[in-house]
T-cell receptor, first 111, second 110 residues
């Protein structure tokens, strides 16, 4: 089976710009998660979709972050406007019954 | 108290040594447990699931103790290639909430 794919793999943007990250989960996986790892820190949960519904978005840091999963397939995570502290690696993961499968992440650098 | 707690390490062990990591969780309703391995600048990869009966995969043994709410990972005959961060992951609740531990860093030394 194809794995979880994320795009882009790297993004360098200036402070104040907008960036949209995309995640394509494994086909048939209803659960989709976004996580973030900031340099030197642990992986932090951002939010969880079940199909197209936001099940838990308690980890979203502020209203500059907007996640969508229209149609319950792929998901996007938009950061607008980006700040320096948003730099890190953004991981997407999907699951069906047990275990998570991760994408290779998007490394975001805000300069 | 964090939902999932791990000793961040680092654990520096010589090649061939046996090393064990523990992870405690606070939600007694948690249902599924996993160990993930994360190499520097890479995504976490599933190492193994953890069951109450214990499970073994080669040099790796995982154990779940529901009464004490902890899981463990034992690595025997450590290899240099085992150097990585090991993440404890707990899944459960009605909507499959997933919580990560902070990770335990292992460095195997020649």
């Amino acid at each position: 089976e194809a794995g979880v794919t994320q795009f882009p793999s790297h993004s360098v943007i200036e402070k104040g710009q907008t960036v949209t990250l995309r995640c394509d989960p494994i086909s048939g996986h209803d659960n989709l998660y976004w996580y973030r790892r900031v340099m030197g820190k642990e992986i932090k949960f951002l939010l969880h979709f079940v199909k197209e519904s936001k099940q838990d978005e308690s980890g979203m840091p502020n209203n500059r972050f907007l996640a969508e999963r229209t149609g319950g397939t792929y998901s996007t995570l938009k950061v607008q406007p980006a700040e320096l502290e948003d730099s890190g690696v953004y991981f997407c993961a999907s699951s069906h019954a047990t275990g998570l499968r991760f994408g290779s992440g998007t490394r975001l650098t805000v300069v | 108290r964090k939902e999932v707690e791990q000793d961040p390490g680092p654990f520096n062990v010589p090649e061939g040594a046996t090393v064990a990591f523990n992870c405690t969780y606070s939600n007694s309703a948690s249902q599924s447990f996993f160990w993930y391995r994360q190499d520097c600048r890479k995504e976490p990869k599933l190492l193994m699931s953890v069951y109450s009966s214990g499970n073994e995969d080669g040099r790796f043994t995982a154990q779940l103790n529901r009464a004490s709410q902890y899981i463990s990972l034992l690595i025997r005959d450590s290899k240099l290639s085992d150097s990585a961060t090991y993440l404890c992951v707990v899944m459960g609740g009605g909507y499959q909430k997933v919580t990560f531990g902070t990770g335990t860093k292992l460095q195997v030394i020649p």
